[in-house]
């Protein structure tokens, strides 16, 4: 898989938007507060337009009298092997002067650090939907996203094939299926938690009890 040739630029170049399942899985597999790894982020005005068509979920919240939209991101931090950059704050990184490349250079290697419940966002990365909404798509971060000159923000370190997830189709599909569900889900839940938005604290409380509850029979 050519995920395990890189050092995991896209854990360092992108926002992580995660969704209230991303919450709840990472709080509960690894026992920790929400506050500890989610970045509440303020929403630019410049930034609006493109975030919506992104169908990423925006709250609103009566601590700053509902002037803002928040969007919720994994915190970054400062990148341990790159210190002039950030990268997520579950990155794992080494830089490792035993492993030498031919060139004499440190070999550089990075591993998700919650890999078996990391977002959904993260689990399906490069690969999504095309436009009908049928068929998954790989997109090309090699030669698609826009180069930048820093050794830790490159992205895939060679042309991504549809080879490298051949071998996986049937969990991407399933994977990407929850993906596309889970982020209407939390969109929709912004939009009725935005009618009548409350103060932050409140959040999570609202969060665990619409997550809590999501399963129900006609019984009840
Ligand atoms: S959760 Fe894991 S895969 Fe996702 S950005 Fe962080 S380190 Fe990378
Ligand atoms: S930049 Fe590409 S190869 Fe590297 S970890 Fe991300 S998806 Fe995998």
Redesign the pocket.
Known sequence: M??SE?N???CRRFPIDISGYDMIKISKALMIDYSYFVDTRVVKEAELEKIKNNNIAMFKFTDDSCESYYRFCLKKIKSKVFPDIVSCMFLQEWNDNLLKQPDGENEIIARCGIYECRPLTCAN??VKFDLSGNFPHITN?YTDAPKIDHPGLD???RDVKNEDFRPFADSIVKSLTLYNYEEKFFKDLADFWNTEPKSYSEFYKFIEKIYNNRLSSDKS
Do not use: D, R, S, T
Request: aromatic share 8%; net charge neutral.
């Open positions: 050519i995920c890189c995991g630029g896209c990365f490069p971060p992205l895939c370190p």
